[in-house]
């Protein structure tokens, strides 16, 4: 199979979707692999690096395109990248297709077979392909608020850690998974006063049983969360239904009782955002301000450290990649249910019920998706 990984475009996106090392390992299997020039660059892999594994560098993302039977990227393909795929290609990368009507309906039209990282699972209902950003957004989310409170981004000059004789900023976590989980270890480690809001009793046991030492938890109702937002000088939405659009649990009527210049960090931005307020922002302008407080929305928060995530996420998409390749993307899904669950997009259907619910599309059976 010939493998293509084209140079990723979604601004100040830094990581690329194959390793050197994973390009060696691939080509080791029998496959031929391409990448666009300079692609790694960002992430700290010259296009030499590539070359001595055996990779052909080539020019344009347009001829990775027309080449590929298998592209492998980072990001969600851009309107520019949609229109170069086609009936019969395979695309695995992130997607997060449920706020995102438009890049649904390019892959549709485009009858491509798009399997989607952060739907993949494993035996134990895990998500093994997001966890790893997860973790790094998780840690970063902590640094980036830190950050959007200072003064001169219009915060409220509130230093997180405090110092004698002046008390720790408030962060609340909305969200007690992989990324708040990381997100209140890192803020209690830079010596904030943290809570950790979940739905799950049996995951806020887990967190007292961890972390009771670190940051508080609760349990997450409307009342309580509307109560401890306003108490915050930080909140990091931390949310996710697998799939589906993040729901909202930050109103904007919250934010007329939150303290002026407080910062809400969204790292559920991805999946349509877990604040009333939230859109979108890019690392080059990665902050707004609605009703007096600061929105940190960017939708790549990884790419920021981009060769720590690109190791992390390498690591993690390797042994899929393997299978897609070794086996064809068909037989992969069907040795391998939770990889099946990745499948999102094929031949014109959606098979991925979340997505479906959250655009009011249609959707195939993924096991009838595999006879198609």
């Known amino acids: ?3 293509g990984c084209p140079k990723e475009i979604k601004p100040q996106e830094f990581r690329v979707g194959l390793t050197p090392r994973a390009a060696a390992e691939v080509i080791a299997h029998g496959h031929a692999v ?3 020039t300079g692609a790694g660059v960002g992430a700290g892999f010259p296009d030499h690096d590539y070359e001595v594994v055996g990779v052909e560098m080539v020019g344009t993302a347009q001829e990775v395109f027309a080449r590929a039977d298998l592209i492998v990227k980072v990001k969600e393909p851009q309107a520019g990248e949609r229109k170069m795929l086609r009936e019969g290609q395979v695309l695995f990368t992130y997607l997060h297709l449920a706020p995102d009507r438009a890049q649904t309906m390019d892959l549709l039209k485009s009858g491509v077979t798009a399997i989607a990282y952060e739907t993949v699972t494993d035996r134990d209902g895990r998500l093994p392909l997001l966890a790893p950003m997860s973790e790094v957004a998780g840690k970063l989310a902590p640094q980036v608020g830190a950050w959007t409170l200072q003064k001169a981004n219009g915060g409220r000059g509130v230093l997180l850690g405090g110092v004698p004789g002046v008390g720790p900023a408030r962060v609340l976590v909305i969200g007690g998974g992989v990324v708040g989980t990381q997100a209140a270890r890192v803020a209690a480690g830079m010596g904030a006063d943290v809570t950790v809001l979940d739905k799950s ?4 046991r887990q967190l007292d049983d961890a972390f009771r030492q670190e940051f508080r938890t609760g349990f997450a109702t409307a009342q309580r969360t509307g109560e401890l937002v306003a108490e915050a000088d930080m909140v990091i939405g931390a949310v996710l239904v697998p799939g589906a659009a993040a729901p909202k649990v930050v109103t904007r009527a919250m934010l007329a009782t939150m303290k002026p210049g407080a ?7 991805d999946q349509g955002g877990a604040f009333e307020t939230s859109h979108p922002t890019t690392h080059e302008d990665p902050i707004f301000e609605v009703d007096g407080i600061m929105h940190y929305c960017v939708a790549n928060m990884p790419g920021a450290v981009a060769r720590t ?3 992390a996420l390498g690591n993690a998409t390797l042994p899929f990649l393997l299978a897609l390749a070794d086996k064809g993307w068909r037989q992969a899904c069907e040795d391998d249910p939770h990889l099946l669950d990745g499948l999102n997009v094929h031949a014109g259907h959606l098979t991925q019920y979340a997505v479906g619910e959250a655009l009011e599309i249609d959707v195939l059976s993924p096991a009838l998706a595999l006879k198609k």
Do not use: C, G, K
């Open 34 to 36: 391409i990448v666009e």
């Open 263 to 269: 910062a809400l960090v969204d790292v559920a931005i």
């Open 309 to 311: 995530s690109t190791l």
């Open 1 to 3: 199979m010939l493998i």
């Open 201 to 204: 009793l049996p995951r806020l």
